[in-house]
């Protein structure tokens, strides 16, 4: 487009109407308001939930400790049928672990298929001593701050597009409110000529 060339947006062409190019121009806001506030919505949720997560993991390092355990029993080997991801779920054999005090700890532990007995791992116990998960790692932070992010801007082009929507149907109302008028002023020459 020519420099000066917005306020004449399709004024050349004889068959645009007014509410065409107030149309054409109200979309071309739209579409430069949704795209900042996608931005914005994006940038400021997805920190967010960087800053929630990253709390979450400092309390989840504050409460739980890791142990080394010996396994007890051989896992069960991979079974050569595999889910379609490849991957096999983890089975449950008992482990054993010193506890602070010097008493021996026996849980239940879910290890990879085809662990061997006697071999080591490491355990994560809660403030109770009862086993719990790792906690979440720099993967796990930046994908829920990426998700969250995501989100954000697809709340805001959700919006956007129904606007568009909205806008869309008000200009064709007025369109065909246009061409009934218009309709209604050139019928009485096209019925004399018939």
Do not use: Y
């Not at 020519?2 to 306020?7: L, P």
């Not at 065409?20 to 795209?35: G, N, P, Q, Y």
């Not at 089975?91 to 085809?114: N, S």
């Not at 998700?147 to 929507?165: F, P, Q, T």
Request: aromatic residues 6%; charged residues 20%; proline residues 4%.
């Amino acid at each position: 487009m020519r420099a000066g060339s917005w306020g004449r947006a399709g004024s050349h062409n004889p068959l645009k109407r007014g509410v065409d190019i107030l149309e054409t121009r109200l979309l071309f806001l739209l579409c430069a308001v949704v795209f900042g506030c996608a931005s914005v919505l994006g940038v400021m949720n997805g920190m967010a939930a960087l800053h929630h997560e990253q709390s979450v993991v400092e309390q989840q390092r504050a409460t739980r400790h890791a142990v080394t355990a010996e396994i007890l029993r051989d896992a069960a080997k991979p079974s050569p049928l595999f889910d379609e991801s490849g991957r096999s779920e983890r089975v449950p054999v008992p482990v054993r672990w010193t506890a602070a005090g010097g008493a021996h700890v026996t849980a239940e532990a879910r290890v990879a298929p085809g662990a061997e007995r006697g071999e080591h791992m490491t355990v994560w116990l809660d403030r109770t001593g009862r086993i719990t998960s790792a906690p979440s790692d720099g993967r796990d932070i930046w994908a829920t701050a990426v998700l969250g992010g995501l989100s954000g801007a697809a709340v805001a082009v959700g919006a956007g597009a129904l606007a568009g929507v909205v806008l869309r149907v008000v200009c064709d109302r007025c369109r065909s409110a246009g061409w009934e008028a218009e309709w209604s002023r050139v019928e009485p020459e096209w019925n004399r000529r018939t």
